[in-house]
Structures are given as C-alpha cells and as structure tokens.
C-alpha cells in the first residue's frame, strides 16, 4: 500500500520530483503535505481522528506520527478490538485521501462530520458483511456503543 511505504504522490513529493506545484496541504492550506500531515496533522484529519477515537472510546490521542500510528494499529489494548482498530484506520485514511483528491479534481469540499459520516457508514458495512465470521460478531456493538 502507498500510504505505508511512503509513496503517495502528495506535494511534497510531487515538489521532490521537479513538479512547480505549491507544497501546501491541498485539506487546509497550511503545512507541508506530506504523509504525516495529510494523514495525522492536518486540521481535517485531526478532526476525523477525534470523532473516530472516541467512538472506540479513547479519551486521547494515541498517535501522532506514522509510526506511533502504525503501532497503534498493531498493538492489543483493553479499550477496542485490534480489528476494529485497523477497521477504522483503514477507512479513514481512505477517505483523507479520497478527499483530497475530491477537492483537487473536482473542487467540491466536505466537513468532517460528512466524511465522518461516510467512514461510519462504511466500517459497519465492512462488519455486516463478514458478521457469519467469528472475530467479526462482536464488533459492531464495540463500534456503536459510544455512538
């Protein structure tokens, strides 16, 4: 996947590779958009990451750089179920990037409650459909009990 080995084209990366492009992130035009910030940093994606950590019931942020991310994703706690937690990982960096293309190309621009919205929508989609599975049956309570 691109966005773990570092090999999105974000602006800064366009810039390294001789584009005459501006490095700003394209979400909230202020920064460099690399993938930490893209991702982590950015205004738009720490709103969607609040908005998804307290649904799985962390008072805190547990991450703020790709690799405290990553860990975060691998790492059992008692809180959530690392599934779910990769889940949501998985749908909201999607849909950051998703965005940031929207609004690149087709200029239209969403609010985080939207997108939030669309990463709810979409993780208890991914749950219903695999609920036959065991590690799958107990998710969708862990997702909608801080609803």
Request: hydrophobic residues 40%.
């Amino acid at each position: 996947m691109g966005c773990t080995s570092g090999s999105l084209p974000t602006r800064s990366r366009l810039l390294r590779w001789g584009m005459n492009i501006s490095s700003s992130c394209y979400l909230c035009g202020t920064g460099e958009e690399d993938r930490d910030h893209l991702f982590l940093k950015c205004e738009i994606s720490e709103a969607l990451w609040s908005l998804a950590l307290q649904r799985l019931g962390y008072s805190f942020r547990a991450f703020h750089t790709w690799t405290s991310f990553a860990d975060w994703t691998a790492t059992r706690d008692s809180v959530t179920s690392r599934t779910l937690k990769r889940m949501v990982a998985q749908a909201t960096t999607y849909n950051i990037w998703i965005e940031r293309n929207t609004r690149l190309h087709a200029q239209e621009f969403r609010t985080p409650a939207v997108l939030f919205k669309i990463i709810d929508r979409s993780i208890k989609d991914a749950i219903l459909g695999r609920r036959k599975l065991k590690k799958f049956q107990l998710l969708m309570q862990l997702w909608i009990r801080y609803e």
